[in-house]
């Protein structure tokens, strides 16, 4: 699910990118609640409490620069956030242009003027769903549901019979009607290896890489073929170099 923050001390400009943003999402065929959230904060305090306790609350932050009545403005609040290693997408909103180089330590995505252009906001969040959350995340059907996996995620896959066991981090398995070899050509440019004909697995995850087995940091291992092994060696120090 992609997570949307915003962050407006002004209740009514608040309520109104919310219902812009939801029409943005929604314009792409996607199910609030399911594909996409948006959290809205008045109070900036509440917002940093949530994003350093729960990892991965939040994809992209619509952050107001200047609040009423506070001694820290947007930019202090996002300064804090990335020292707290929060590395989600970043949009300052503010009357005042006056900040723009104060705000290029933050990494932001972009700077908007308030009034906001619309148009250019829906271009900045589509862009970032696409290329920072559609490019990391698996979406599978299982059963009834429609899952968005992360590949951090991901330690492994494996064919069997009809379909892929695919495990999980935190040594779940789920099935999934479908091959391999599909899923091998969704995850190209990632770091997925096939270190046997049955076997594709999350090099990130990898804890022991040995001639006849592969042991993962959440303690599950998995065979390593000799046709392949060589080829996930490479790719394993590829990966260790980086």
């Not at 990118?17 to 900036?44: C, R, S, W």
């Not at 949530?50 to 996002?78: P, T, Y």
């Not at 590395?87 to 009357?95: A, E, G, P, Y």
């Not at 789920?174 to 050509?185: A, D, F, P, R, Y």
Request: proline share 3%; glycine share 4%; with cysteine.
């Amino acid at each position: 699910m992609y997570k949307i923050a915003i962050v407006d001390d002004e209740k009514i400009f608040l309520n109104q990118a919310h219902e812009k943003v939801n029409e943005i999402m929604t314009g792409l065929g996607l199910v609030p609640d399911i594909d996409f959230h948006i959290a809205g904060y008045q109070d900036p305090d509440q917002l940093k409490e949530v994003l350093l306790s729960e990892e991965g609350s939040c994809h992209i932050l619509l952050l107001d620069v200047e609040f009423k009545d506070r001694e820290q403005n947007g930019l202090d609040l996002a300064r804090e956030l990335r020292e707290g290693g929060i590395d989600c997408s970043l949009v300052f909103m503010t009357f005042h242009r006056d900040y723009v180089f104060d705000s290029f330590e933050m990494r932001p995505l972009w700077y908007l003027v308030k009034p906001l252009d619309w148009e250019k906001l829906k271009t900045i969040i589509l862009a970032d769903y696409e290329e920072r959350y559609c490019s990391t995340v698996l979406d599978l059907k299982i059963g009834r549901d429609l899952l968005s996996l992360p590949f951090k995620s991901i330690v492994a896959m494996e064919a069997v019979s009809h379909h892929v066991r695919v495990w999980l981090d935190d040594q779940r398995s789920l099935e999934w009607n479908g091959t391999l070899s599909k899923l091998e050509q969704e995850l190209s440019g990632w770091y997925f290896c096939k270190c046997h004909n049955s076997y594709l697995i999350n090099l990130t995850q990898v804890s022991e890489l040995l001639k006849t087995e592969v042991k993962m940091k959440n303690g599950l291992s998995f065979p390593v073929s000799r046709r392949y092994y060589p080829l996930t060696l490479k790719q394993y120090f590829s990966l260790l170099k980086k």
